[in-house]
């Protein structure tokens, strides 16, 4: 074997069994954007935002898009981390033992790698029960991000 067929083995191949993750927004993004950590966060108080999150699971990105503040189109993006990932605090042992809803965070961007056009939201009633049991918290000062 040469050395081109060598380097030809070692790059990155696509494969369909590599993770898939998504980022539910209603941010209006661009394939080969970047997510990145320092933006005005979708939740809360809108601080700025420390942390980006992103889930392995089309439900819980279709709650991102749903309940991320603003007027504008809900849409759910695939996307790449370009760093390390942690479990997202927020959703895992504090509501949910271990990691069901597969949500992660990190400082690292995310690309935007392609978006899912075709998905069905919520029922009304069952956002809107997510959004005033969110403001119940809120009252009590308890912030949904950290």
Not at 22 to 41: M, P, R, W
Not at 90 to 112: C, H, Q
Request: charged share 25%; aromatic share 8%.
């Amino acid at each position: 074997m040469n050395n081109d067929d060598n380097n030809k083995t070692q790059q990155p191949v696509q494969s369909p069994f590599l993770q898939t993750y998504f980022h539910g927004t209603k941010a209006d993004l661009k394939i080969g954007d970047l997510i990145e950590v320092g933006q005005n966060s979708n939740y809360g108080q809108q601080k700025s935002a420390k942390y980006i999150y992103l889930t392995a699971t089309l439900d819980a990105a279709i709650w991102g898009a749903e309940l991320a503040l603003g007027d504008d189109r809900e849409r759910i993006y695939l996307v790449e981390p370009t760093g390390t990932l942690e479990d997202d605090p927020n959703l895992t042992d504090k509501k949910f033992p271990g990691n069901p809803t597969k949500s992660y965070r990190s400082a690292f961007p995310f690309k935007v790698v392609g978006e899912v056009t075709l998905w069905q939201g919520h029922a009304p009633e069952q956002v809107k029960a997510m959004k005033d049991g969110l403001e119940k918290l809120k009252e009590q000062g308890i912030e949904a991000i950290e």
